[in-house]
Structures are given as C-alpha cells and as structure tokens.
C-alpha cells in the first residue's frame, strides 16, 4: 500500500530551460500520484512529458491514467502532445471536468492539437480518452476519494483534494489566494501580520499532509503583479499554518526566479512559519522529487 | 569501523569496470562522506547502478548501525544521478527533506541514519 508523490514540473507560466533553474527545474506543471497502483495526474505542462517517457521505462503494460487539470492555461496543457503514452493503443487516459456543462480540458487538449499549432492531431493519438465528470464536487477512485473546489484565477482554476490510505493532498496551484484575505487592511498594512483566509478554504485544506501550493511571488512582486492569479509565498505559510497542514511543497516558482532565489524564499517562509511557532514543514518543490507518504 | 571502500578513486576502476564508460577527461560524480565512519572521505560514483548500507551486500559498505542493511540506491542514467530510499528503517534525507528519491545536483546534502553525505556532479 503506497502514496508517492512525484515532482514532473514545478516551474510556473513558461518552461525555464537553463543553468540557473537546474535544481528546482524548468518544465511546467505536472505533478504524478501514485496511490497503491493507480496513476493519478494534475497538470500536463511540459513536465508530463518526462513522466511520459519514465511510465514507459517503468513498465511495457498500457498505462491507466487519471487526469487533473487546474486549469487550462499554456503552462499547464503543453506536455500532453508530448505524452508518450497518449500515442499508445492500449493506453486508457480518464480526463476529468471540472465543470460538467463545459467540457473545457477536453476541448483545450485537443484544440491545441489543431494543425496551426502541432503536426499530430488529438484524433491519430492511439490512447482512448475519456471525459469523466464530478458529482458535486467529489469522485471516487476505488481506495482514492477526490474533491475539487475553485479558486481564484483569471479563466478559473481549480484546487484538487486527493484521500487514500488515511492520506491527504491538496494540488492548489494558479490561486491568488491574495484576493480572498478576510483581513485585507491589516495585511496590507503590517506585512508581519497573520494574513486571514475564508474557513471553506481553511477547511478543504485542512490537516492536509501534503499542500501543494503555488507560491509564485514575494510581497514585493506581487504588488505589480495583482490579478495575474498567482500568490505570495508568505500568505501560502499563513494559509498553511491556519489550516494545520504538516508539509508544504512551494510550487509554480516564478519563470525568473533562479534556484538561489527560491532557496533564499524557502528560508524566509520557514522563519515566517517558525514565527507562528507553526510544526509546518515547508520545501520548494524540485522537479525529480518522489515523496512517499507513511 | 570504516567502509569496505578506498577513498582512493582509482582503486574504484579495479571494481568498477564501467569506469570505462566515462567520457575521457571527465571525472564521475561521487559522494563526500562528512559525518559517519572515517569521515571525510570520497566515493566515486563509476557504477551504473550502486547500492549503500551497513550490510557486505551493500555495493558501498558505511558501517554504521544507524543505516539499514540496503539503505539506499544510488542510479546513473543520461548524466543524471537518482537516489532511491531502499524502505530503509531512518529514512533518506535530502537537504532535511525525508524523500523517497530524487535527482540529485552539486552540493545535495544526503543524511541517512546518522551518516551524512553532499553529493558531487563530477564534470572536466
């Protein structure tokens, strides 16, 4: 009975190839569940080809997988005409829809297949891809219960709880979390202060082993950056610490962010957290990181 | 107490044939033992696959009873270096982060038991 969590992409907006982002990475999104044999997916950005080619190293049986989308912008969509195993007749991928009366992901996916913008088209991949649908916000998996709930994001987006095994993640990326503060004045006017958060989301995030958070900007950043979507890593500490999650993974680092930047504010959220006499352990997300949960 | 293992990298090649692998004039990566048993000391990584424990099973020998008897894999493929927790009672630490595996980079601090490592890319 296993629940590893591995890191495919964790870099945010646009892949960010090079000498600087090596240790934290540059492909975008993609993040694998593997729930005691079942695969499980949130995000097809650049980083779902590299699971891809791995799945197909693992083993020469047709892959089952279940697809989690927060949404549909490039980053977060990119990789899946590179995905190995969509071009596989025995492979069988489950895309899920947020939202039952627009079947968006589906329609995005193949759209981007179009010939204007890729050779191959969604109808030659060999996979079967089926679309599936929430009933009220939650699906079962066999031993895997999954709840989505919306968050805040130009386009929309959506957050992912995932439970097996006595086990919770939250995949919470592309939410500016900034933009439903309760106390918005007092955070606006003492950086240092706990930054308040709506108890619904206090809630689906709650006890969480692991949250997977996007912490794209500092404080200073974010002021020119507000309405983009995207949250500041010391309100993803505040939020974790109010929700009494035990581990965060800082995810979508900001396209120009080096690893030596994100290292400097991976420190900073854990003195915040420490601040808060909060347990909480927090880490950078880095592409290549499996973590198993016991 | 001390490794079954030379420091000395070219003992390594003796026992290592895949040494010959390695593009001319680069040298492998390796793990630079800081805390445990006759530390400090080195260990090329010249294998394609490498497994590290308290056990004369393990490839690369520490002996320390903190770490299990086959405590973790070490993996070399297209230049990249993947560590692999073997269920190990302790746990392997990346950088103080308790990690099932990961890819490692210059300078990853590997803390097993009460045995700590940094790794090395190794390079020209």
């Given at each position: 009975m296993t629940f590893i969590v591995r890191f495919w992409g964790t870099r945010g907006s646009i892949p960010t190839p090079g000498g600087k982002t090596r240790r934290y990475g540059g492909n975008t999104s993609c993040v694998e569940l593997e729930i005691d044999g079942q695969l499980l997916i949130c995000d097809a950005g650049t980083g779902l080809r590299e699971l891809g080619l791995d799945l197909a190293a693992r083993s020469t049986s047709p892959v089952e997988a279940h697809l989690f989308f927060s949404h549909t912008h490039w980053d977060h969509i990119q990789g899946f005409p590179f995905?190995?195993?969509?071009?596989?007749?025995?492979s069988r991928l489950h895309v899920f829809e947020a939202t039952p009366d627009d079947p968006r992901f589906t329609r995005l996916l193949l759209g981007q297949m179009q010939s204007d913008y890729f050779p191959v088209g969604f109808s030659d991949l060999g996979a079967r891809i089926a679309t599936r649908h929430f009933e009220n916000s939650v699906t079962q998996l066999g031993q895997v219960r999954v709840e989505m709930r919306e968050q805040t994001h130009p386009g929309r987006s959506f957050a992912y709880a995932f439970e097996a095994l006595g086990k919770r993640v939250v995949y919470a990326t592309d939410n500016e979390l900034d933009l439903v503060l309760t106390n918005p004045e007092q955070a606006a006017k003492d950086p240092e202060h706990l930054r308040m958060l709506p108890a619904e989301l206090l809630a689906f995030i709650?006890?969480?082993?692991?949250l997977i958070a996007d912490a794209q900007y500092t404080d200073e950043e974010y002021a020119r950056k507000v309405g983009w979507g995207h949250s500041r890593v010391a309100t993803v500490v505040d939020l974790a610490v109010q929700a009494g999650v035990k581990q965060v993974a800082l995810f979508h680092h900001d396209p120009l962010h080096s690893d030596e930047q994100i290292d400097h504010l991976l420190l900073d959220a854990q003195k915040r957290a420490s601040l808060r006499g909060s347990k909480v352990e927090i880490f950078a997300a880095r592409e290549g990181l499996a973590l198993k949960l016991d | 107490m001390g490794s079954r293992f030379n420091d000395d990298e070219s003992t390594i090649v003796r026992v290592a044939?895949?040494?010959?692998?390695?593009?001319?004039?680069r040298t492998p990566p390796c793990l630079e033992l800081v805390r445990g048993p006759d530390a400090p000391r080195r260990f090329a990584l010249a294998l394609p696959t490498l497994t590290l424990g308290r056990s004369a099973r393990a490839q690369l020998c520490v002996e320390s009873q903190s770490l299990s008897r086959l405590h973790m894999q070490l993996t070399r493929r297209d230049g990249e270096v993947h560590c692999l927790d073997l269920e190990s009672a302790n746990g392997v630490y990346l950088n103080g982060l308790r990690v099932h595996s990961a890819m490692l980079h210059e300078g990853d601090v590997l803390q097993l038991g009460e045995v700590t490592f940094v790794f090395h890319e190794g390079g020209t």
């Open positions: 995905f190995v195993p969509a071009y596989h007749a025995g709650a006890e969480a082993d692991l | 044939p895949y040494l010959s692998q390695q593009p001319e004039g």
